[in-house]
């Protein structure tokens, strides 16, 4: 978490993660129709780029991250937007006393591969959801190990049919799937991509 909470200030100034969040956005659009969702929840939300792309779209949104610096910016930013529907949070769902509250979608953008126990935050999610909510999971293709330049002890990707049974045992029916976003990395004058599937799950009650 160290990692994030240093980046937490100079997030926002990469245009690839500005780019990347518009277009998921439009993704989340065209599976969904959000003019029926009232509440929502964004889990691992850094600085909340996809959420103030959205913010929009729904009544309440519940920002939550690890990283206390990442929350601060967001913060700063619904400080300075003026947004008074958005509440973002410090935590970690696998570790803090489970929330109380419930919403209609929750989405996850590059969080997963950092979840070590992915059942245990998949079982987390179905609780925190409403009656037939939907479960929205952006996240790497299964990749070579290379997506991350540093010591790494995440997941390297998921496999579709692997996260769909983990879906499934966890009381989701998974209701779509497709490639939203390509990141493209250049190291040595290679350039290689890593496409990022969108994942979604309705809540199986």
Request: glycine content about 6%; overall charge negative.
């Amino acid at each position: 978490m160290q990692e994030f909470d240093s980046k937490a200030a100079s997030w926002d100034e990469n245009p690839e993660r500005i780019q990347r969040a518009n277009e998921i956005a439009k993704a989340i659009h065209s599976e969904l129709d959000l003019s029926q969702i009232c509440t929502a929840m964004e889990y691992g939300c850094g600085t909340g780029l996809l959420s103030f792309v959205l913010k929009d779209e729904f009544e309440e949104v519940t920002l939550m991250d690890e990283s206390a610096l990442m929350i601060q910016e967001v913060d700063q930013k619904c400080e300075q937007a003026g947004i008074i529907h958005f509440h973002p949070v410090k935590y970690n769902l696998l570790e803090d006393e489970r929330p109380h509250f419930k919403v209609d979608l929750i989405y996850s953008l590059m969080t997963l591969h950092h979840i070590d126990d992915v059942n245990s935050i998949l079982e987390s999610f179905q609780s925190l959801l409403n009656p037939s909510g939907y479960l929205v999971l952006i996240d790497l293709v299964t990749e070579d190990g290379s997506f991350h330049n540093h010591d790494f002890d995440g997941h390297w990707g998921f496999d579709k049919e692997v996260l769909t049974s983990q879906l499934h045992k966890a009381g989701f029916i998974q209701t779509g799937y497709k490639i939203c976003y390509t990141i493209r990395k250049e190291r040595d004058g290679v350039v290689t991509e890593y496409p990022l599937f969108m994942m979604i799950g309705r809540k199986n009650s």
